[in-house]
């Protein structure tokens, strides 16, 4: 079945420094990739999203890469800040009445101070 | 003010006993999702509704049901609950503008139910 992988795990980066999380989906009909931030105890929240029909995106501090060809796409966090801590999913879904959303396992980001 | 909106914040309810869990929303979106979350997991989708059509995840236990009786409210329900339901339950809505189908546009969460099992 369909699947996505999320690398890595866990990350840990000294404040002010970039991070980057990367995932691989299976599906090559996907055409949406949403990038939720789940701070502990809170809701997930979408940060930034990208469809297939673009390459990348960003919003200030955030940007989101997408490689149709390989099949992954990536996270990237310029001058990171302590309230960047969190758990980072990626996902991937397709255009389709029957579509479906598969998860990422999620990493877990601690910014250093 | 709050969009989406989960009642309640924490549930504790006794293995086998019925529990009802409630969502509503004030964005007149027209899917409504039902996701379970366990410790440093992913959330799993369970079932969602786009407009009145209900749909199963392949997986979902039949344990799990889920009522929309309008656009705004969507409730879950657990007919029997096992020590490894226990888990955050998160309601999420989002908007198919584009007619492109669901999970194809940003899904708004709710605060989420923390449900404990005893």
């Known amino acids: 079945g369909e699947n996505v992988e999320q690398h890595p795990s866990t990350l840990s980066v000294q404040e002010g420094d970039s991070a980057v999380i990367k995932c691989t989906y299976s599906d090559s009909a996907s055409n949406y990739f949403p990038w939720y931030k789940q701070e502990l105890g809170k809701r997930p929240q979408l940060i930034i999203d990208?469809?297939?029909?673009?390459g990348e995106k960003k919003d200030q501090r955030i940007a989101v890469t997408l490689n149709k060809t390989a099949k992954h796409f990536s996270l990237h966090i310029t001058e990171t800040q302590p309230e960047d801590s969190a758990v980072y999913f990626c996902a991937a879904s397709r255009y389709s009445s029957a579509s479906k959303i598969i998860f990422g396992s999620g990493t877990r980001l601690s910014i250093r101070p | 003010d709050a969009m989406v909106i989960q009642n309640p914040r924490y549930q504790v309810t006794q293995f086998g006993k019925p529990v009802t869990l409630s969502c509503s929303q004030t964005?007149?979106?027209?899917?409504m999702y039902w996701y379970q979350q366990k410790s440093s997991q992913a959330p799993k989708l369970l079932f969602h509704y786009y407009d009145k059509d209900f749909n199963n995840e392949a997986d979902t236990p039949d344990n799990f049901q889920s009522r929309r009786p309008n656009t705004s409210f969507c409730f879950l329900d657990i007919r029997s609950p096992g020590l490894g339901d226990a888990a955050m339950y998160l309601c999420a809505t989002s908007r198919d503008r584009a007619n492109r189908g669901p999970h194809t546009d940003t899904q708004y969460f709710g605060p989420g139910t923390r449900l404990t099992v005893l």
């Open positions: 964005l007149n979106h027209n899917v």
């Open positions: 990208i469809r297939s029909n673009v």
